[in-house]
């Protein structure tokens, strides 16, 4: 494992500044799972669409992989402005702004987080040692993302913090596929897009829907129906 | 080899000299982030040269063990402040210990002040040991994992090696070591008793945990317990410096960059006093209950950045 | 031009609907739609079984004897389960369980979300077969909450969910096999169309399939509601509109089978071992045992003849994961069977619940005296799904069990016991809602029972003499299926 020169990193200096955006990542996804305020978690998720964004950005640019911008520019596009925004307006208007959830056993969330990571690393070496890309071994920190948002969406019980681990996880898988093999065809790109969007769309309707019939956007009030 | 010696002797004086005027210089930049007058720079060593005058007063009570702890505390951090390098590389004495047991001369320092904080029996001092050893039984695992982190890079627990590997290598983005600075700066803060976990200016008993381990002592005994503490944050900032910020250490035998090191280390160290003025002027105490997860969140950083470490640099 | 036909139809119908749908005729327009789809269904499925495997627009789509033969059969249930949605949607209206906006909505998301299973089925590109699962989802959680009660609101909220993770799992394991598959055929959007992986699939990378496949598995298993990730499916069948309960359980969950089916072909193709197939066999017979034994707990029919679901779904997974001519024949039997006694259960459950005014089974009794018809078809439709002789669930399911008989005996008694417990649950709690007496008045109108009646005699054809160019047909697709 470890390696001959104290330089074991002898990689060029962007691909240096992709692994620091990558190390970020991953930091941002436990601080998903340790954020309590709903506004917090949605800035957060800002904040990891810019990060996964600007590598992306940085790898299109230096290995000339064009194609790889297009989906730089929905990345921001979608995750950074309108999804954002969207929830913003969404946590305004349902009056949600201030919501702190409490979260049990906070150690706990995050040794299983650390575990999950270990697992990721470990699930991702041979591939990535297979893979071609200049990136590759970002892939274990890919994996851990989507592990991590997992987690986090089973310990909320809100819904908003529960869809925006779900996003979370996209970012990671998409994470995973530029750090693999410079992202996925372009069609399958934008229908993954055009899914994201339209679930996003349906989600702000079933918000006010919830609202409306629960008067509360809390999980718990539904099983609580449940028991009687 | 005897200049080695007498480079040593220089050094280990200068620290312990110099130590509460890292402490003046926080305070001050503190007083004039927070809008107050500044108290003099030199205002630590007058209030260790009142102690130092004062009458000692003992509690009946008071063990030889209470005595004793001033001393064993003070010369621990002596000790350390000999072994860190600060103005040169490799001195003769650093190879008394590595970094872990550097952690262990912190520690035994630690035990010796809570076992003292207990004697008289009061009820203050014993809560402030528990709290004590509460921070203590959280921060150490963190600052091995650190420690593990940045060795993992250079290949050695030893600091001499540490240092000389940080400073003359290529310079590289390291994340891990990116993490394990941040990890290394949330233990400093909870050893040293700052702001947020803990604050030194305060006698609130509700909130206070290295004041109430000390409120038994007086006259010098008290003065060589608060040059500790000064002491204490100037060995934790000359290490946070050797780990994280290497430049400028001059290397083995050249004394000639002996003055540049000099500079350098006042500067880098006026800089971290700044930093840590800032920092706790922009935080609040935080709530005793709410400590374990500061610092469970600086073991955490700290194991990234191990994890990190194997993923991305090895 | 037929397959630009088959997927235009639904996508055009949706867009008319959307502004047309809570007028007079929108039912009608729904089912014209709907036939005309099934009537380019057919055409395709003749053409293909003249001419052979065939692939449409430099490659994108792909068509052999496999999926042609799930869109003749989505296209099928799809319109009959418009027709019965005619009388049963204007019903609710009536009832005032819907206003004209929802009811727009629920004629705009039906075609779109036939389109959507339409597109799954005939593409060849592993991406966009992921896409529209995820569209087809989509497309039906607006309608699982139609009704916006409490209960509707969490089936629906736990359907988006769950199915969410399970399908970004999915999306996981389409991003290894694109992995694998840009090392052989370079990058690009041929590296993930299903014929060029088949041509190639020997010389993929076997871990990184391996780890792919398992992705792939949960992530559409959630959507055929495989144990353990089945928990959204009861809930979604019970609060939706009846109408969605049977194409989601006859429809959706054989589209998700199958695209762990076509990912199944490579990855067998390229590990050479016998992995995928038992993953299916142990998630198959979980599903099987643990749902059968949940049957019996159930007092809500839709929920009951959801779990059936999941129990059928188990069967078919774990006939396709044994492999093998005749246990995939057989898995490829069920599903056509399967979605056809299901769906007309559930026409004639949703008739029986709208008259009794409660899903409870406690509630409804005597659909015999409130109308025959709809007692009748209530009591074959269980009894053909139950596996009673005649029907072609009893051929199903026979050949299932005979060759794990042959090759896996230690499931047999899993097996036989799942199914003498749902046999007893199910059969037990319709005979008393069929026979029983009941003071309700007799239906004032007539039921939509054509589609039931129709459904019954294809299910009964298929049991008793399955026509010779079909058994041919379902032995062509065995053998696409590595048999």
């Known amino acids: 494992m470890i390696s001959t020169g104290a330089s074991g990193m ?20 436990f601080a998903m799972l340790a954020q309590r305020r709903v506004v917090g978690l949605i800035s957060l998720f800002a904040w990891q669409g810019a990060a996964l964004a600007v590598s992306t950005a940085i790898v299109a640019v230096f290995t000339a992989q064009w194609h790889l911008l297009y989906s730089v520019a929905l990345t921001l596009l979608l995750k950074v402005v309108i999804i954002p925004w969207f929830f913003y307006r969404l946590v305004r208007k349902l009056g949600m702004s201030r919501d702190v ?13 650390i575990v999950l990571v270990i697992f990721a690393f470990n699930l991702a070496l041979p591939i990535s040692q297979m893979a071609g890309t200049v990136m590759r071994s970002t892939l274990g920190i890919a994996m851990a993302c989507v592990l991590l948002s997992f987690l986090m969406m089973i310990t909320r019980t809100k819904a908003l913090p529960q869809v925006i681990g779900f996003m979370a996880m996209e970012n990671g898988i998409f994470f995973a596929a530029t750090s693999a093999t410079y992202g996925m065809p372009l069609v399958v790109e934008l229908g993954v897009a055009l899914d994201v969007l339209v679930g996003v769309f349906v989600l702000g309707i079933f918000f006010f829907q919830i609202r409306e019939t629960f008067e509360s956007m809390d999980l718990r009030q539904m099983e609580k129906r449940k028991e009687h | 080899m005897s200049g080695g010696v007498v480079l040593q002797g220089l050094q280990t004086v200068l620290a312990v000299l ?32 009142k102690l130092f005058h004062k009458e000692t007063v003992l509690a009946e009570e008071a063990s030889p063990l209470f005595q004793a702890t001033p001393y064993v505390v003070f010369s621990c951090m002596v000790l350390a402040a000999g072994i860190v390098p600060m103005l040169a590389n490799d001195l003769p004495f650093s190879p008394v210990a590595d970094v872990i047991a550097l952690v262990g001369v912190f520690a035994l320092a630690r035990v010796f002040l809570a076992l003292a904080a207990m004697d008289v029996g009061t009820a203050f001092g014993t809560l402030g040991a528990r709290r004590e050893m509460l921070v203590a039984f959280l921060a150490e695992p963190a600052l091995l994992m650190v420690f593990f982190t940045v060795s993992l890079i250079s290949h050695s627990t030893q600091l001499p090696l540490m240092v000389h590997v940080l400073a003359h290598q290529k310079f590289a983005i390291y994340p891990s070591l990116a993490f394990a600075g941040v990890a290394f700066w949330m233990v400093s803060v909870a050893e040293n008793a700052r702001i947020p976990v803990d604050n030194p200016t305060t006698h609130l008993e509700l909130t206070m945990i290295h004041e109430a381990m000390i409120l038994e002592y007086s006259g010098r005994y008290l003065a060589l317990i608060e040059w500790s503490v000064a002491l204490k944050l100037f060995v934790y900032a000359a290490l946070g410096i050797a780990l994280f910020v290497p430049w400028g250490i001059a290397p083995v035998g050249e004394e000639a960059a002996l003055p540049l090191a000099l500079l350098a280390l006042v500067a880098k160290m006026a800089i971290g006093g700044l930093v840590l003025a800032v920092l706790e002027t922009l935080n609040a105490k935080m709530r005793l209950f709410r400590v374990p997860e500061f610092l469970g969140t600086a073991f955490l950083l700290a194991v990234l950045g191990m994890l990190i470490h194997f993923l991305l640099e090895s | 031009m037929l397959l630009h036909g088959l997927l235009g139809v639904p996508l055009v119908g949706a867009l008319l609907l959307l502004v047309w749908g809570h007028r007079r005729l929108a039912a009608e327009m729904n089912v014209l739609f709907s036939f005309i789809t099934l009537l380019f269904a057919v055409a395709l499925a003749v053409r293909v079984m003249r001419e052979g495997p065939m692939e449409f627009d430099g490659g994108w789509f792909f068509m052999d004897a496999f999926n042609v033969f799930l869109v003749g059969l989505t296209a099928l249930v799809g319109f009959t389960t418009a027709l019965f949605s005619r009388p049963y949607m204007r019903i609710e209206c009536a009832h005032g369980r819907l206003n004209p906006a929802r009811l727009r ?36 959680v607006l309608l699982v909450s139609l009704y916006r009660t409490p209960a509707a609101l969490e089936a629906a909220w736990k359907y988006f969910i769950l199915c969410g993770v399970g399908i970004a799992q999915a999306l996981f394991g389409t991003v290894l096999l694109y992995f694998a598959a840009e090392k052989v055929l370079g990058a690009g959007g041929n590296a993930l169309l299903w014929t060029h992986l088949n041509a190639v699939k020997a010389h993929l990378e076997p871990t990184v399939l391996q780890l792919a496949f398992v992705f792939l598995l949960v992530g559409y298993g959630t959507k055929v509601g495989l144990v353990p990730l089945h928990s959204w499916l009861p809930d979604a069948h019970a609060e939706g ?10 429809l959706l969950l054989n589209v998700a089978l199958y695209a762990i089916l076509r990912n199944k072909v490579l990855v067998d193709g390229a590990i050479g071992t016998q992995l995928a197939g038992h993953l299916m066999m142990g998630f198959g017979l979980l599903s099987v045992v643990v749902a059968s034994f949940l049957i019996g707990q159930q007092s809500d029919v839709k929920r009951m003849f959801a779990y059936s679901s999941i129990e059928h779904m188990g069967m078919m997974t774990f006939a396709f994961g044994m492999g093998g001519a005749v246990a995939v024949f057989a898995g490829l039997l069920h599903m056509t069977v399967h979605s056809l006694t299901k769906s007309a259960i559930f026409f004639t459950v ?23 018809g709809l007692g009748w078809g209530l009591m074959l439709g269980t009894m053909s799904i139950l596996g009673v002789p005649p029907f072609g669930v009893f051929t199903s399911e026979f050949l299932i069990v005979t060759t794990a008989m042959h090759e896996h005996s230690w499931a047999i008694p899993f097996l036989l016991v799942a ?9 037990g709690q319709v005979q008393a809602m069929v026979f029983a007496e009941t003071s309700l008045p007799r239906l004032p109108y007539q039921p939509a029972m054509a589609p039931v009646f129709l459904h019954l005699i294809l299910v009964l054809v298929l049991g008793i003499a399955m026509p010779g160019w079909l058994a041919v047909w379902y032995r062509q697709a065995a053998h696409l299926l590595g048999a």
């Open chain 3, 350 to 372: 949703g008739h029986a619940t709208q008259k009794a005014g409660t899903q409870l089974m406690s509630g409804i009794r005597g659909l015999m005296g409130i109308n025959p």
């Open chain 1, 101 to 113: 959830e409490p979260l049990l056993n906070h150690s706990l969330i995050m040794l299983t987080g």
């Open chain 2, 18 to 49: 110099a130590a509460p005027l890292l402490t003046g210089w926080t305070n001050q930049c503190r007083a004039r982030l927070q809008g107050r007058r500044p108290p003099s720079l030199w205002q630590s060593y007058r209030v260790l040269h």
């Open chain 3, 105 to 140: 909505l629920y004629h705009a998301s039906y075609q779109v979300f036939i389109a959507a299973m339409l597109l799954a089925l005939t593409t060849n590109n592993m991406g966009i077969l992921w896409v529209s699962m995820e569209g087809a989802t989509l497309a039906t």
């Open chain 3, 241 to 250: 509109p009846t109408p969605i309960s049977a194409v989601l359980s006859g």
């Open chain 1, 10 to 29: 002898i990689s060029g200096w962007y691909l240096q500044i992709v692994n620091l955006l990558a190390a970020l990542l991953l930091l941002i996804s």
């Open chain 3, 419 to 427: 199914l003498g417990v749902a046999f007893a649950a199910i059969f």
